[in-house]
């Protein structure tokens, strides 16, 4: 799974409070949470389905085939969550015995006809209605949902909302469609017949082996002959476009909405790629009998890796104008393939070790970008997930290998995914590759299609490896937190040598290898040394005079907090002479405070915006400052050609916003020229732009740009100049920033104050899409808030103030009640929500 991130400033105000509301608890230990006990071992599940679009329900026959794991027992427990249950039976052949069942607290336990030992094989038969709005449990901050089985617009109410119905399983949901076992350490091969109007495709896991026509209904019969978990079981319904691929002879499908299949090849077209480069790289070819790929409208999170069916939210449509600029969603894409091996081959037997799914998943984004777009993308991509780690202190005392959470969603966290794929390049770094993804392989090969935990996977790196790896899993996976190092040095001119102290200030220290480089005349030296599991180290290296440098971590490989202050004239010498990236985007974003008060910080950004590495480029442009004469006598003429020409547009866009600050006229013909351009980041920067020079342009050119779907830093360019305007257009794409306006005042006042006129704005005007997406984001987002009370009564108020407007709207425009009634409707359902 791909967890879905509303923003990095909002998440980030979300879990400060969060923090600061914690109270002490009893001191009692939380309990441990212990890999499900295997009574019963599932062996075979069929499921005969049809769905009530009226209700939002699903009729559903099961027959489930199953047998004594080790010891004789004479019951079956199943979970069964919101169903009715109508009739339990043994099925001996076709020959229904009834059965003696109990049905409560969502758990159904079914007497069996007699005591069955170990190997020795029944079927029982269900008939039942799944109910998923009578589904007690709640979402999370990962899965913002939890009733399993969803329906969108089922009754066509809605005319721009396609109608589909889709299955989120993780963590324990399938049980809310089929009776099941319903823990990540039970394994099963399916079938599934599914009833649909004919008008409809559908989509499961395995192969479609069938389909018969009956009237104006059609049944499709899907068959998964390889065994894996109960969570990953998948249904989609709706009317999709299939867009077709293949990988040698595998087929690689692409279901997408009809508006967005010309471009299904641009969105998903590096999925067969893929597939080869992970099958090579983990010398273990893709395990399944297809691909599939599927959006869902309303999703619960981001992505969801279903055994050859994956799922991903409705971010992942996109059209020419965002796809010039970047596909947002490759790393997605690779992530949730990556678990077709790394949790769907072989699955974390409990959610305490959900590390050896979603750290993998994680890694692998790295190892994608690393194949296609080169070493430099990787690290970047790395450095902004660990970032997000070390920037949310709440996460530094939780173990990767976690035994004591609350809910078992909560370990979908920054320490399961980004942490632990910070983790996993440590540990490629100290094996070396050829040992890493053989250690990859085994794995793979000694429990496929089974389960597996943190300690089969050190196993295996050993076996490979024949190093001991204790060390190295007892402080990163079965520990917390991260080194926090600062460091001195002094020079020796009779010994000619250096001394670098490395410190290490958090309680617990680590012990962990470290790349230090050495500036002696300009020039680094590298020496890789080895830091003991003590508060204090010290090394000696040979100098001819006082360093100019030292760099400490200058691989960017050690997942660390650093305390350091280098001079302007430091910083543009580990620029100019670091190879690693993480080391020049370091040495750049340090002069941040420096820019326009040293030549050095001038010169740093001089080399900067001739990088070969796109965002490095960028962020020495969102650095500068054009209106100074210096600078601009330095870096305009080189600013002005990337504007016009550099490769990447998200490149354009930030030096068309660089020129922007000058308010300069002679710049107004390559705004002009930008406005009019397929990518989105340079239209939304080139209005911004024209509208600093010409503020009279703003309601004739805001309406050009296609804002649906867009990211919210070009929704937050384009803001403050929509809602001034009034650009009706557009109001409906401004939601997911005016949703959560009060919390984006905390961050950005400036922003906030355009958010919160937005918001008003539409609230005091009849626009059912906009209201109702406002309402749909934040209740979405109500996982992400916990259970913060001062989160709750911010987004309350905002609710019922917003109500209070269209109160008034109707009182105003009585000839429009059934629609501002409807807005109404959505209004107080989120109120209810929160209460």
């Not at 319903?182 to 495709?201: A, F, G, L, R």
Request: hydrophobic share 35%.
């Amino acid at each position: 799974m791909k967890k879905a991130i509303l923003s990095i400033a909002i998440l980030g105000i979300f879990f400060s409070a969060n923090v600061s509301a914690q109270t002490e608890t009893s001191g009692r230990e939380k309990a441990y949470r212990a890999t499900n006990t295997k009574v019963t071992e599932l062996k075979h599940t069929k499921l005969k389905v049809n769905f009530d679009y009226q209700k939002e329900q699903m009729g559903g026959e099961e027959w489930l085939t199953a047998t004594p794991y080790f010891y004789p027992t004479n019951e079956l427990t199943l979970d069964a969550k919101g169903m009715l249950i109508h009739e339990v039976a043994l099925d001996n052949n076709g020959k229904k015995s009834p059965l003696k069942y109990e049905y409560k607290d969502e758990i159904l336990k079914i007497s069996l006809d007699k005591t069955y030992q170990k190997n020795q094989e029944y079927t029982v038969y269900i008939k039942y209605t799944a109910r998923p709005n009578e589904v007690k449990q709640k979402g999370s901050m990962a899965i913002n949902d939890a009733k399993g089985l969803y329906f969108v617009n089922a009754q066509g109410q809605d005319p721009d909302m396609p109608t589909q119905i889709w299955t989120q399983g993780e963590t324990e949901s399938s049980s809310a469609w089929f009776p099941t076992i319903d823990k990540p350490n039970q394994k099963t091969t399916q079938e599934i017949y599914m009833t649909v109007p004919d008008k409809y495709v559908t989509l499961s896991n395995g192969i479609l082996k069938d389909s018969q026509k009956e009237g104006s209904l059609r049944t499709d019969h899907w068959v998964m002959d390889k065994r894996h978990s109960t969570y990953l079981f998948f249904m989609g319904v709706g009317e999709y476009a299939i867009v077709k691929d293949k990988w040698k002879n595998i087929p690689v499908d692409y279901y997408i909405e009809k508006e967005y299949e010309p471009y299904a090849k641009q969105i998903y077209g590096n999925t067969p790629e893929m597939i080869e480069f992970f099958s090579k790289k983990m010398g273990y070819d893709y395990p399944w009998a297809k691909y599939a790929q599927i959006s869902g409208r309303d999703y619960v999170s981001g992505a969801m890796e279903n055994t050859t069916a994956t799922l991903h939210g409705s971010d992942i449509l996109q059209k020419p104008g965002q796809l010039i600029d970047e596909n947002k969603w490759e790393d997605t894409i690779a992530h949730e393939l990556f678990h077709h091996w790394f949790g769907d081959l072989v699955t974390a037997e409990s959610w305490s070790n959900l590390t050896v799914n979603e750290s993998f998943a994680n890694y692998s984004e790295y190892l994608w970008n690393e194949y296609k777009y080169g070493k430099d993308q990787a690290d970047y991509h790395q450095m902004t997930d660990v970032n997000m780690y070390i920037h949310n202190p709440a996460d530094f005392k939780k173990n990767l290998v976690r035994f004591n959470y609350d809910s078992r969603e909560d370990v979908f966290d920054l320490v399961t995914y980004q942490k632990g794929g910070g983790i996993l390049h440590m540990l490629r770094n100290y094996l070396g590759d050829d040992a890493f993804f053989a250690g990859m392989n085994d794995y793979l090969k000694t429990n496929e299609y089974q389960s597996g935990e943190a300690h089969q996977l050190r196993l295996s790196f050993e076996k490979v490896s024949g190093k001991d790896l204790n060390w190295f899993f007892n402080q990163w996976y079965f520990g917390s937190g991260n080194p926090k190092l600062n460091y001195s040095f002094t020079f020796e001119p009779v010994k000619k040598q250096v001394t670098v102290t490395i410190n290490q200030t958090q309680d617990q220290p680590f012990e962990f290898p470290l790349a230090i480089d050495v500036y002696d005349n300009g020039k680094p030296k590298r020496y890789n040394v080895w830091v003991n599991a003590e508060a204090k180290n010290t090394f000696n290296f040979d100098a001819s005079k006082t360093p100019d440098l030292i760099n400490i971590n200058a691989d960017g490989i050690l997942v660390s907090e650093i305390t350091d202050t280098k001079t302007p004239e430091q910083n543009l010498m580990q620029f100019t002479n670091s190879k690693e990236f993480k080391s020049r985007y370091k040495a750049l974003a340090a002069i941040k405070d420096q820019v326009g008060k040293s030549p050095a910080a001038t010169k740093l950004l001089a080399a900067a915006i001739k990088d070969p590495y796109f965002r490095t480029r960028i962020k020495a442009l969102q650095l500068m400052d054009l209106s100074n004469a210096e600078q601009m006598k330095a870096l305009g003429a080189d600013v002005e050609k990337l504007a016009s020409n550099d490769p990447k547009t998200l490149v354009q866009a930030a030096a068309i916003t660089a020129l922007a600050k000058t308010k300069d006229k002679k710049y107004l013909p390559i705004f002009e020229k930008g406005v009019n351009a397929v990518s989105n980041a340079v239209k939304a920067t080139s209005l911004s732009a024209v509208l600093s020079i010409d503020p009279s342009k703003a309601s004739t050119l805001a309406d050009k740009i296609d804002l649906e779907g867009a990211s919210e830093t070009l929704l937050g360019q384009l803001l403050p100049v929509i809602v001034k305007n009034k650009v009706t257009s557009q109001m409906s794409n401004i939601t997911p920033l005016v949703a959560f306006y009060p919390f984006i005042k905390l961050q950005n006042p400036e922003l906030g104050k355009s958010a919160e006129e937005g918001y008003n704005w539409i609230m005091s005007s009849d626009n059912l899409k906009a209201t109702e997406n406002i309402t749909k984001i934040i209740s979405h987002a109500k996982g992400e808030m916990g259970d913060n009370p001062q989160v709750k009564m911010m987004i309350s108020q905002m609710l019922k103030d917003g109500l209070s407007k269209k109160m008034e709207l109707l009182r105003q425009n009585p000839q429009n009640a059934g629609s501002i009634n409807k807005q109404i409707d959505a209004i107080n359902k989120a109120i209810e929500d929160f209460k």
